[in-house]
């Protein structure tokens, strides 16, 4: 079982920054691949980014390259979301997500089996 917490939203103008973090419960969580998703009022849950087990690969949204960044610490058992350049249309609940099923699908919610209760971004014009 691993209990995911994020932290770290807010109100931000745009143009700002924002990082975010998630902080896991397990000791498995160095053998889990971390993801970010992100759900706007009326829209579906959207890939936002993912990284894996041992922090060497990341894949991003096409929405948000070169503008966010994730990282994770396997010591703190922790991962980030370094959120940069914000626009009002990232404004949504950011979720955590860990995938301890490993079953490629990288960029679908059924690829995680955990996740945590969310963080609200807003970013204003």
């Known amino acids: 079982q691993v209990q995911l917490v994020e932290s770290g939203g807010g109100l931000v103008q745009a143009g700002g920054s924002l990082r975010l973090s998630c902080a896991a419960s397990?000791?498995?969580?160095?053998?889990?691949?971390m993801g970010w998703f992100r759900q706007a009022p009326g829209k579906e849950r959207e890939f936002v980014a993912r990284i894996s087990r041992n922090g060497g690969n990341t894949y991003y949204g096409d929405s948000v390259k070169g503008r966010f960044t994730i990282s994770r610490d396997n010591a703190e058992n922790t991962v980030y979301l370094q959120m940069n350049s914000l626009r009002p249309e990232d404004t949504a609940v950011y979720y955590c997500?860990?995938?301890?099923?490993?079953?490629?699908?990288?960029?679908?919610?059924?690829?995680?089996?955990?996740w945590g209760q969310g963080t609200q971004v807003t970013v204003s014009s």
């Open positions: 997500a860990a995938d301890t099923m490993h079953s490629g699908r990288f960029y679908w919610e059924s690829g995680y089996n955990y």
């Open positions: 397990a000791r498995t969580f160095s053998r889990s691949a």
